[in-house]
Nanobody
Framework: VQLQASGGGLVQAGDSLRLSCTASGQTFNNYVVAWFRQAPGKGREFVAA????????YYGDSVKGRFITSRDNAKKSVYLQMNSLKPEDTAVYYC???????????????????WGQGTQVTVSS
């Protein structure tokens, strides 16, 4: 499956932004899709994940309560609604997908074989 991430931009602290991750190719409904982010000079951080077959969601501690991930299986799309954005949310955001990943590995970037190209989110103070 090929992934295309979009929706990034420059916003002010406290604003909201919605990222999209759209898939093309094979059936998408049995995948887990995750969002990761990477700030300059830092490693890739787990943000959120959603199991498309059940809509069960999982979040990193730094975004819990502010970000929401959802899916539209008919559109082969997954969304990341980001609210109450902070300057420390500034990063390149990636979506990733796996058909075989297990729950205990959701937060591990190495468990995902398919990656989108990344979209820049910049939050000014």
């Amino acid at each position: 499956v090929q992934l295309q991430a979009s929706g990034g931009g420059l916003v002010q602290a406290g604003d909201s932004l919605r990222l999209s991750c759209t898939a093309s190719g094979q059936t998408f409904n049995n995948y887990v899709v995750a969002w990761f982010r990477q700030a300059p000079g830092k490693g890739r951080e787990f943000v959120a994940a959603i199991r498309l077959s059940s809509s069960n969601t999982y979040y990193g501690d730094s975004v819990k309560g502010r970000f929401i991930t959802s899916r539209d299986n008919a559109k082969k799309s997954v969304y990341l609604q980001m609210n109450s954005l902070k300057p420390e949310d500034t990063a390149v955001y990636y979506c990733a997908a796996s058909r075989t990943i297990i729950l205990s590995s959701f937060r591990n970037e190495h468990g995902y074989a398919n990656w989108g190209q990344g979209t820049q989110v910049t939050v000014s103070s």
